[in-house]
């Protein structure tokens, strides 16, 4: 697939890495006690190592490490065995020390890979570069006060993932398929919940064009984009930025960007990192992060089937489409409940009835999965109660409208509303019969070779059976009385 | 009654003990001397309603039969330890006021074992110095006199503690130790200092100045005081990272006096060139007189010795730079702020005002060699020579128990003397900073005196957690050497 | 042989974030430089193969459990602070 931006002088590519910051799913902060939830009071889940008290010291948190070894095996990637905490300086007013715990030159997880499931159906690797703990920041909210902003340090400490991916994405499409299968390796992994507009994944751009086939142009890195579908945006609207600069005899500077979603631009920032100078090195207060293969095969043992290695067990046992198995997997909440529909019945008759109905219904909607009106046990017994011809397909698309509705047991529904398909041969012979004997005209031109009108019967019957008659019988029978 | 702030801790213990006196007794005997050598400026903070009532609690403790290691026992805290509820400065202006939530791991240690707290001492402000002339609170004076009488520094950077014993302000005072901060200003007041091994103490409460270097000591009047409050003040603490899980020893137990057929290790690269007649002589005597107590003298070489100043002083400001960078005014201590400022206006103005001279230089320093384009020449260059200097002391360790070494290369000087030119300042480091960068103990003991009848100190430089050694060793050149002189400023 | 010029040390100073008036920028060129040059002699030390040394703790890094032990404590972590209001650290406007 290939993604050109036609400028006026020719088309140009774009090149994007992306830095995705994921929260880490702990009950206590990175260095500190403290607990991580959400939502309390300002500067109640601090201790006073996250306020950076005098004296104060840091000391790591096993889950943090385990979670993000966790993450770097789900990626592929390599774990570094060896590891080390480095300060990055730098004032901010809700950083409290003054420097960043993170890492830098030894990061725990080295390269790994992400595949990418495009729309189409195709795949495309993209290169993971790094992945890093780091500390979050506390939160400045600047509308409490005119002349004043207020600090709260809930967020101080917080573990966080730093996940860099290489310059490999060429199109907001793929930009938005990274996101969606990062985040749904984190939440396979529990490693974080992925929630993008709660903040607890963030998501940094770096964009830059380039004729095809030269080399990588100047890039600028757009910050804290809360949202794929705005990451898609800013990307697209600033590589076309870039271009526009370059082919008005302008020369892109390396810079900070805020994407404003509101305006539908991407803004400068460089006020703010005016002379920036991080003096990374390594954190005196801590000591290299040191594990063995065990730690790392202990990990290992734990990991869940990941979306990719699901999708391709789904392919092979159930016989879906790379398509279908690719939707099923992109959130493990509906693998799962796929799973639950699929188990010891038709997979591909499974599939569709989640992916077409389900979701269909569920988009429409507004709701996520793990809210559906529909359990997946229910909508199993629907599809038993077509492949054992109780019902037929027509009325179980009825009755899956009354149960996306109220909830409610199929085969109580098809038993409270009558649903059950005919399968007596007197009742549908009898049925027959009136159509037949009603319509002598078309009898005449099927009988007269118009084999199609046969279809136009069937309905008639169907109709007059209230939809109940079993369509294979109804058929059937029409075909002996007319053409015996 | 004899007066009691002669005593020393083990004497002080000991009569407590015995009922010869009590806490509360001890330690007012103690706030009178506070309060008769206020001139000296040895404390910044003096606490003495706390001292009174943690005596008075001390005295019922004691009373039911639950006395600690220190009961009883009125030291003086280094301002560079945060003590709950009471002011701690860090000799700082921009910590003026600052009174923590919390007790630094060894304080804590130090009161739960019964220890009373007379005050907060004095020091160079943030411990950066050694000559204690950086504190925003002003000089101490070190109570001993040269002969023309002029007030001479007491070393630093924990002078305020080591004025404070030697004047008998205290019978012992906490120190922390970066460069030669407990070894330096002990051998400057004539009497005991001892830098443990890094990890020995914890440093969580204790305001950092170089995260890799600082360590906790005691400074004390005898070898035996200094066992005694070790004993009290070390252990393993979860809350530092650094923090050396290993068994606290009976320090005291290590008191044999015996040090036959031990090695001491003699560096001849110590042996500087201009090193002055009195050094090299005091020096000389010791190891006369650990070879006497028969010990077997070894030569030993620890090549990068010259290398270790310029290391340190880039180790500890870059260190020091990201460590200060909390003092922004934002969360505690001062803050200046004009009408209008932005927050970088408040950053700039609040450490311009909150830091002294000293302090900036080095914070400066620091930034500048860890900056882009600097790192691999300057800070990575320097954590090289660092390794190389360990390994020096690891091979030399390899055929000797411990090294004896001169603590400084002078006498104390006049306050005033070296200002102005902050690298002939860093020299008085020269003999300490070695088994900082090593991270290894070091104890400092007066074994004479300066033609200017000044106290002179040596050190004993130990394994990696062989205190005891050090201290058995220093034992034996403390009763060789018996160093009975007292200063000599404190007359009238 | 380094020599810190005024711009050098006007922009340390920013990075360090302590104001320094004109006339200080060049006494600190002075101090800085003199300090420099003592810190020169290492640049002859044969380091060839040798790992920089982080920390003299023979260690490796101790991980604590994963429990909240700490936090609830927000008036002792807001009591030495110059300026707050409603449970919050109050600085000069941050324009973003
Ligand atoms: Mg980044
Ligand atoms: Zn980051």
Redesign the interface.
């Known amino acids: 697939m290939t993604y050109v931006i036609e400028g006026s002088t020719g088309p140009w590519e774009i090149v994007v890495g992306l830095e995705v910051h994921c929260q880490v799913i702990s009950e206590s902060k990175l260095f500190s006690g403290a607990s991580t939830k959400f939502g309390n009071d300002p500067n109640t889940n601090v201790s006073?190592v996250d306020?950076?008290?005098?004296?104060?010291?840091?000391?790591?948190n096993a889950a943090c490490v385990r979670q993000a070894v966790k993450t770097g095996l789900g990626l592929k990637a390599k774990i570094n065995k060896e590891s080390v905490f480095a300060?990055k300086?730098y004032?901010y007013?809700d950083l409290?020390?003054?420097?960043q715990i993170s890492q830098f030159d030894k990061p725990i997880v080295g390269e790994g890979t992400i595949i990418l499931d495009m729309p189409d159906g195709s795949t495309k690797a993209v290169g993971i570069e790094r992945l890093h703990l780091e500390q979050d920041a506390g939160k400045s909210m600047h509308d409490q006060d005119p002349k004043y902003?207020h600090?709260d340090l809930n967020r101080s400490g917080v573990a966080l993932m730093e996940i860099v991916s290489m310059p490999d994405i060429r199109t907001p499409e793929e930009a938005g398929a990274y996101l969606t299968k990062l985040r749904a390796i984190v939440r396979y992994l529990g490693t974080c919940d992925g929630n993008m507009n709660e903040g607890s994944m963030r998501c940094d751009a770096n964009v830059s064009v380039r004729r095809p086939g030269e080399p990588f142009g100047t890039r600028c890195e757009i910050k804290n984009v809360n949202s794929i579908r705005f990451v898609m945006q800013a990307i697209e609207i600033e590589a076309k930025r870039q271009v526009e600069v370059i082919e008005g005899g302008g020369e892109i500077v390396q810079e900070t960007r805020l994407y404003d979603q509101r305006l539908g631009e991407t803004r400068s920032m460089r006020s703010k990192e005016m002379a920036h100078?991080y003096?990374?090195?390594p954190?005196?207060?801590?000591?290299p992060l040191v594990f063995d293969d065990a730690f790392i095969s202990e990990i290992e043992k734990e990991l869940p089937e990941l979306p990719d290695e699901k999708k391709a067990r789904f392919m092979r046992e159930n016989g879906l489409s790379a398509y279908d198995a690719g939707v099923l997997v992109a959130e493990k909440e509906k693998a799962d409940y796929y799973e639950v529909v699929a188990k010891g019945r038709d997979g591909k008759l499974a599939a569709n009835w989640v992916i077409t109905n389900l979701f269909g219904a569920l988009n429409k909607a507004e709701v996520g999965i793990a809210d559906s009106p529909v359990s997946a046990e229910n909508l199993g017994k629907l599809i038993d109660l077509i492949s054992d011809d109780t019902i037929s397909g027509r009325i179980a698309k009825d009755v899956f409208e009354i149960m996306i509705e109220t909830g409610g047991d199929p085969e109580k529904i098809v038993e409270e509303k009558g649903l059950k398909q005919i399968t007596d041969t007197g009742a549908i012979e009898t049925a027959i019969d009136e159509v037949i004997a009603a319509n002598p005209d078309k009898v005449e031109e099927i009988r007269a070779g118009k084999d199609k009108m046969l279809g136009w019967f069937v309905g008639q019957v169907m109709k007059s059976t209230g939809g109940k008659a079993n369509p294979g019988m109804v058929n059937k029978m029409l075909r002996d009385k007319i053409l015996g | 009654m004899t007066d009691l702030t002669n005593l020393t801790l083990a004497e002080a213990r000991d009569g407590l003990a015995k009922g010869d006196y009590t806490s509360v007794e001890l330690t007012e005997a103690h706030l009178k001397s506070m309060e008769a050598h206020r001139n000296l400026n040895a404390y910044i903070t003096e606490t003495p309603e706390k001292a009174i009532e943690m005596a008075k609690a001390s005295d019922a403790k004691r009373a039911k039969g639950e006395a600690g290691k220190m009961e009883g026992l009125p030291i003086a805290i280094k301002d560079l330890?945060?003590t709950e509820g009471v002011q701690?400065t860090?000799a700082s202006h921009i910590?003026e006021?600052?009174?923590?939530?919390?007790e630094?791991t060894v304080t804590r240690n130090l009161f739960d074992n019964g220890a009373v707290m007379l005050g907060k001492a004095n020091l160079d402000e943030f411990a950066m110095g050694s000559s204690n002339t950086s504190s925003y609170y002003g000089n101490v004076i070190n109570p001993w006199k040269g002969k023309d009488g002029k007030d001479l520094v007491p070393g630093g950077s924990s002078g305020g503690s080591a004025a404070a014993v030697a004047a008998n302000m205290a019978l012992a005072a906490t120190g922390t130790d970066t460069g030669g901060s407990i070894r330096q200003p002990a051998s400057y007041c004539g009497i005991v200092g001892l830098k443990p091994t890094?990890?020995r103490c914890s440093?969580?409460?204790?305001?950092?100045f170089?995260?890799?270097l600082d360590q906790a000591g005691p400074m004390t009047k005898t070898v035996r005081d200094a066992a005694i409050m070790l004993g009290s003040m070390a252990g393993h603490d979860?809350?530092?990272?650094?923090s050396?899980?290993m068994a606290v020893p009976d320090f005291e137990a290590a008191l044999t006096g015996d040090i036959r057929g031990m090695k001491i290790g003699i560096p001849k690269e110590y042996r500087v060139d201009g090193m002055p007649e009195e050094i090299s002589k005091l020096w000389d005597d010791g190891v006369a007189m650990l070879r006497y107590a028969g010990a077997e003298v070894v030569d030993v070489s620890l090549p990068?010795t010259?290398?270790a100043?310029?290391?340190y002083?880039?180790v500890a400001p870059?260190?020091a730079?990201?460590n200060?960078?909390?003092y922004?005014?934002?969360?505690?201590?001062?803050?200046v702020?004009d009408e209008g400022?932005?927050?970088?206006?408040?950053?700039?103005?609040s450490?311009?005002a909150g830091?002294g001279k000293e302090v900036?230089?080095r914070?400066?320093?620091g930034?500048?060699v860890?900056?882009?384009g600097y790192?691999d020449?300057?800070?990575?260059?320097?954590?090289?020579?660092?390794?190389?200097i360990?390994e020096d002391f690891a091979n030399a360790f390899g055929s000797v128990d411990t090294i004896l070494a001169p603590t400084a290369p002078s006498a104390a000087f006049a306050i005033g003397e070296n200002e102005g030119?902050?690298?002939k300042m860093?020299l008085n480091d020269v003999f300490t900073v070695p088994a900082s960068?090593?991270?290894l103990p070091g104890l400092s003991l007066p074994t004479g005196l300066s033609s200017e009848g000044l106290p002179l100190g040596l050190q004993l430089i130990g394994k990696?957690f062989d205190e005891e050694t050090v201290l058995r060793v220093g034992g034996v050149l403390e009763s060789a050497a018996n160093f009975t002189a007292k200063p000599s400023g404190l007359e009238g | 042989m380094s020599s810190?010029d005024k711009e050098?040390?006007r922009r340390?100073?920013?990075?360090?974030?302590?104001?320094?008036s004109e006339e200080g920028l060049s006494e600190?060129a002075g101090?800085?430089t003199?300090?420099?040059d003592?810190?020169?002699?290492?640049?002859e030390?044969d380091?060839e193969g040798?790992?920089?040394?982080?920390?003299?703790?023979?260690?490796t890094?101790?991980l604590?459990k994963d429990e909240v032990t700490d936090g609830n404590?927000q008036q002792?972590?807001l009591?030495?602070?110059?300026?707050t209001d409603a449970g919050c650290?109050v600085?000069?406007?941050?324009?973003e």
């Open positions: 006073l306020a950076a008290m005098p004296g104060m010291l840091p000391v790591v300060r300086n004032f007013a409290p020390q003054g420097y902003s600090i100078d003096r990374y090195f954190d005196p207060d801590l000591l | 330890f945060c701690t860090a910590l006021g600052f009174k923590p939530e919390y630094s890094y990890g440093r969580w409460g204790i305001v950092a170089a995260s890799s979860a809350k530092d990272s650094t050396a899980p990068h010259k290398y100043l310029g290391t002083y880039i870059a260190e730079s990201s200060l960078a909390r922004d005014g934002l969360r505690y201590g001062q803050r702020m400022d932005s927050l970088d206006d408040m950053y700039m103005k450490r311009a830091f900036q230089r914070i400066m320093i930034t500048y860890l900056s882009a790192y020449a300057y800070y990575n260059k320097a954590l090289k020579v660092r390794r190389r360990y030119d902050p690298v860093y960068l090593a991270g990696p | 810190l050098t040390v340390i100073a920013y990075l360090s974030r302590i104001n320094v600190l101090d800085l003199r300090i420099l003592f810190v020169e002699e290492l640049q030390v380091v040798c790992d920089p040394l982080t920390s003299v703790a023979d260690l890094l101790p604590r404590i002792k972590v009591s030495n602070a110059p300026m650290f600085v000069p406007k941050v324009v």
